[in-house]
């Protein structure tokens, strides 16, 4: 029994000292807590909140450039400790010097309170949140946004180069009736803030109408003129690689589509997208390339149709229908409509380069060809002209030679006041020419009363690029008549050029051609500047985001469409990224709303709407808000000082280091 005894005074004694330990550590935390911070920062004297936090919804604000413009920046918070009433929340934020606080304003749905107030000295912006009776306040989450209150801040100065600050929240308590608080962990409390210059335009620069595009290639122009438009057809060159990942020459192996272009101004351009032509996926299967297409109209039987003549390689010349300039495209033969089998096409070295001319009686032509035969380069006898049948789609008779003086590539046919006009591209002989006869790598031409021949030699009308632009290579080009003026599309290495890789890879510009009274055609000067724009662009319609007058960084990609069709999407667009349009009209009353089509936003972006330059006149910026990747949402903004004739700028504004969103379409209304 003693001994039993002895045993429960031991085990007694054992629980006495826990309990003790226990209190001990209880006293001493509490000792501490009330004489020194904790690592949240928390005052002596302060109550303790370890898990609440209070932070910033956005991580990044990006600055537009103009002194007052405004930002909304949103505080959210945990809900208040339910254990003793709240009397106040006070919360401190630096900003940089160009930012300062304007207003202070509540989320009604989360917060009972009857003042917010804000108060700024220098970079320290003081906020609070009490009633004024000094009685408890109250705030839960009902609307599950966590949002306590929103801080508008304003720019008070004008930012003139690329800007990277930051606001950060320094503090945040909540106070309790014995005036003592409680810190917030803060830690995720800061916003980036950033302004970027926009970026700056390659290749075609504003003012200047040359190259017709600069965010592809486009090369071997051809150029057909339907309704009030211009369709300009073009080899789809594209940067290759070699296995360093370094650009290398172009080979023009691989191109098997047909670029498309087309405008009703000649400045702004709308891109089509390319037409799959050759190869698995084309609409002629048997081709493996498709080079430097002509495209002409003809109505039959009471139908518009419209034909692409291409060349596969050298070896032959296809062609494809389709009920509209821009496809879809189909081979109505299944085979090529030229071949080396084809009657007067022997000796002809290049089956390529065709132009093609629908006569005014109806009657169609195709002329083709190119190359030098070995030890002919003062006449290689290697140009032909074929009469095509009435569907378009044969050849009658036999391929007639064109007897044009150091031909090398290159057919274009015009007619013009009841004379035809031949032209094509001299070759590279480097031996003695002559006197007469057209330089290396120039445009010349021939002239007949009849679109067979026989045909009289000119002279040259247009220099080889290099003489122009410091880059070579061979010419290409295509004559036309828009709006009663003659124009001359050719390519250049301009873009690649400025891109740092003159490697092959060429782009179409377009300058006037002028014919003297004895229907002679006039020398003509090839320049940056390219061509008047001949009418204003209308905003008050529907355009397509893929017409473009200058660009900086933006790509194109193609959005597919019913029965075929498609439609090019602004796409690759990163912050201070912009597309730009020559020359629109706004009219004297001016617009008032702005709207755009828009998908695959990931965070919030905008884009502002600028006059004249890509750091110009705001006249409004539209907010974009998170949509899917597979939907397109329009967004609207008001719009004000938009009156008169402007060029008109979009610049991109989002998130750095990601594409922000694809734009499909927009329109302006008044």
Known sequence: ????????????????????????????????????????????????SNV????????????????????????LMDELPDTEPVYRIHATVVLPAELEVIGFSPNRNNLQATQATFNQTGSVAELTIRNADDTAIAYANRDASKELATITIRLNKELAKTYQEEI?????????????????DISGAAAKVNYTQPASAVGKLPPNGNPLVSHKFGADPYA?????????YMTNDVLEYDADSNVKDNTYGNINKISVISSDDLVNWTDHGEIPVAGPQGAAKWATQSWAAAATHKVIDGKDKFFLYFANNASGIGVLTSDSPTGPWIDPIGKALVTRSTPGVEGVTWL?????????????????????????????????????????TSVLGEAKMIPAPFIFEDAGINKNNGTYYYTY????????????????????????DNPMGPWTYQGSILKNPGHFFGVGGNNHHAMFQFNGVWYIAYHAQTLSKAMGVPKGYRSTQLNKVYFGEDGSIQEIKADYEGVPQVKPFNPYRRVEAATIGWNAGVATEKLAGEGGQQQMV????????????????????GASTFV????????????????????????????????????????????????GTHDLYFIFRGATGENLFKLMSWQFSE
Not at 615 to 625: A, H, P
């Open 352 to 392: 390529f380069d065709p132009a093609v001319l629908v006569d005014d009686d109806g009657k169609a032509y195709l002329y083709f060809g190119g190359g030098i035969p070995e030890g002919k380069d003062e006449m290689p006898d290697t140009a032909r002209v074929m009469e095509l049948g009435p569907d378009m």
């Open 425 to 448: 591209c001299s070759n590279f002989y480097g031996g003695t020419r002559p006197e007469g006869s057209p330089p290396a790598g120039e445009i010349a031409y021939m002239t007949s």
């Open 596 to 643: 755009a089509s828009v998908s695959g936003a990931k965070d919030p972006a905008s884009i502002e709407l600028r006059l004249d330059s890509p750091d110009g006149k705001l006249i409004g910026m539209l907010s974009v808000s998170p949509t899917a990747e597979d939907s397109w949402t329009e967004f609207t903004t008001n719009v004000s000082g938009a009156e």
């Open 570 to 589: 602004v796409s690759d667009i990163d912050n201070a990224d912009w597309i730009a349009m020559s020359k629109v009209d706004f009219g004297d009353e």
């Open 52 to 75: 609440s936090m209070a932070y910033l919804q956005e991580e990044g604000i990006q600055l537009s450039m103009e002194k007052d413009t405004t930002y909304d920046l949103h505080l």
């Open 168 to 184: 950060k929240m320094s503090n945040f308590e909540i106070e309790f009736n014995d005036h003592n608080t409680a810190a917030y």
């Open 224 to 232: 057909l003129v339907y309704g009030d438009r211009v369709y300009v």
């Open 1 to 48: 029994m003693l001994l039993t005894k002895k045993k429960l005074m031991i085990v007694l004694s054992l629980v006495l000292a826990c309990v003790a330990a226990l209190l001990w550590m209880v006293i001493s935390s509490h000792h501490s807590n009330s004489d020194s911070a904790n690592s949240n920062g928390v005052p002596a004297g302060s109550h303790t």
